[in-house]
Each structure stands twice: as C-alpha cells, then as structure tokens.
C-alpha cells in the first residue's frame, strides 16, 4: 500500500495537468501497474483514478478544501463578532414580508439571527430567499442587508 501511494505521489508531483488529462494510468508502465496493484482493477476503477488524478492535478479538488476553510473560519469569526468577517454573504430561508420585535432570521449557510432591537417593518411584497449580506457593525454586533430591505440590526442566536 505504501509503495502505492508513493508511486501516485511521486507522479503527481512531476506530471502536468496534460499528463493527467491523458489518463494517469496509461503513462505507467506495465511493471508500475503491477506493483501498484494496479493491474488488478477493473476499467471502471481505472477509469475513475484517471478522473480523481485530473481532477487533483487541475486544483479543483484542493478549491474545494479551501471554500471548506474559508467557511469555518467565517463560521468562527461569527463567534466572536469583535473579531469576525467584514462581510459575510449568504441568503435568507423561506419568504420575508418584514420583521417585528423578536423575528428570527434563518440562513442557508446554517446561521440563525434575531432580530436586535424592537424595530419593526412591513412590506406590500414579499421576497423568497432573497440575498443576505452580513456586515460587522463599529460598535459590534451586524447589520443585516436583506435584498429589497432596509438595513436591520442584528444579533446571532446559532
């Protein structure tokens, strides 16, 4: 398994996205193949390595762990609102018509608001999961801009 692994690594850092496109497993040699264990998948697994090797040497696989750490740290900075993301962009669940004293907002990205202060408002439409922009406020604490909305300030509760 180790020298599996270290053959896959070793090629992955001397190849170019062309190598890969060009399926990994066929740039082996048949000994390669061999003790790889290679030669004992079937087309299909063979097929789907070539596919997960592409797609690691285009960077798309490491994109993805990096808009996965970027969320987390968005969700930590969330925490602690001193410290917290500028701007946190997102959309709101469901359909707003406006808010009264103690309206909870939820998040697609899994966050849930309240509302912070007794202000209300109501609108003769209404808006279904429209666009949210968080902003961290001076004084701490955000203000959230719902898409069609006034600028409301709020305060996180998950």
């Given amino acids: 398994m180790k020298s599996t692994l270290l053959l896959l690594a070793t090629f992955l850092i001397g190849s170019t996205p062309a190598l890969a496109a060009d399926t990994f497993t066929k740039a082996l040699t048949e000994a ?5 264990g290679l030669d004992r998948l079937s087309n299909a697994q063979r097929a789907r390595l070539d596919n997960l090797v592409e797609r690691y040497t285009s960077g798309e696989v490491n994109r993805g762990v ?3 750490l970027e969320i987390k740290q968005d969700q930590e900075a969330l925490e602690n609102p001193r410290k917290g993301p500028k701007l946190v962009a997102t959309r709101l669940i469901g359909e707003l018509t406006g808010w009264n004293a103690g309206t909870v907002f939820r998040l697609e990205n899994g966050q849930v608001w309240r509302l912070a202060n007794a202000e209300s408002f109501s609108s003769f439409s209404s808006v279904t999961n429209p666009k949210v922009e968080l902003k961290r406020a001076r004084i701490g604490g955000y203000w959230m801009h719902i898409e069609g909305f006034p600028p409301v300030r709020v305060k996180r509760i998950e």
Avoid: G, I, K, Q
């Avoid at 390669?32 to 790889?36: G, I, Q, S, T």
């Fill in 32 to 36: 390669e193949r061999r003790e790889a």
């Fill in 66 to 68: 990096t808009e996965a």
